[in-house]
């Protein structure tokens, strides 16, 4: 089984800086994924970023990049350049890419807002 | 990529009724999921379902309350049995697709449920 600590409720940026969403987890699996999810007032999931276990190297997706620690079992999503439609809730989940354990467990959110 | 539309969007329901929830996907997929999201809260996953088999149920969901259907590969029903007003929920569908490289869950944009 896994579990996903996600230990701010809530964040606050202004628009055009920079912020990061932390994220702990802990997962028996030795073969997973790891996503960064958001959902906006819409209800509407959007994957944000994906992370394979196994690559050393953080992804990337235009404005949004992780700190992807395997040993300490951290996955923090850094957002830069603020827009205000990344006002939303943000949710990290890892996946085992196989096995009875293979579905996805969200954390409790963080919910982002954007100061114009 | 898989687009998903569930039926109805909102409703809202008396205390003792039923409610069935239609989850339509535009691509044939082999696992769809049924996630509950309380008030201001996570994803919960409440069953995973397959296509010609029985859904599997997480713990704390059970089939008498939670009955899903999937007739086939592209769609399946939810239905919330004998309502109280603490099913008042987001009923989230999603699908797991894979490609060459990853897999991933494609989210429908959710049943805002009210049991009065």
Redesign the interface.
Same mark, same amino acid.
């Given at each position: 089984a896994q579990t996903v600590t996600q230990s701010q409720p809530e964040m606050s940026v202004q628009e055009a800086e920079t912020v990061t969403l932390s994220c702990t987890y802990d997962t028996s699996e030795s073969d997973y994924y790891l996503f960064w999810y958001k959902q906006p007032p819409s209800r509407q999931m959007i994957l944000v970023i994906r992370q394979e276990a196994y690559k050393q190297q953080n992804a990337t997706e235009n404005r949004f990049s992780v700190n992807f620690q395997k040993a300490a079992k951290s996955f923090s999503l850094k957002i830069s350049d603020s827009q205000l439609g990344d006002a939303a809730m943000y949710f990290c989940a890892p996946l085992p890419i196989t096995g009875a354990n293979s579905k996805l467990t969200f954390g409790k959110g963080i919910t982002l807002s954007v100061r114009p | 990529s898989a687009v998903i539309s569930q039926k109805p969007s909102r409703d809202i329901c008396q205390r003792g009724t039923s409610l069935t929830i239609q989850c339509q996907v535009d691509s044939q997929v082999t696992m769809m999921?049924w996630y509950r999201q309380q008030p201001g809260? /996570?994803?919960?996953?409440i069953a995973?379902a397959n296509q010609g088999s029985e859904a599997t149920y997480e713990s704390g969901f059970v089939i008498d309350k939670f009955p899903i259907s999937r007739p086939n590969l592209t769609f399946s029903t939810l239905t919330v049995s004998n309502m109280s007003p603490e099913d008042s929920s987001?009923y989230?569908c /999603?699908v797991e697709v894979w490609d060459s490289k990853?897999?991933?869950?494609?989210?429908g944009?959710?049943t805002?449920l009210t049991v009065l």
């Open positions: - | 999921f809260q /996570s994803l919960t996953l995973t987001i989230l /999603s990853y897999n991933e869950q494609f989210f944009p959710g805002r």
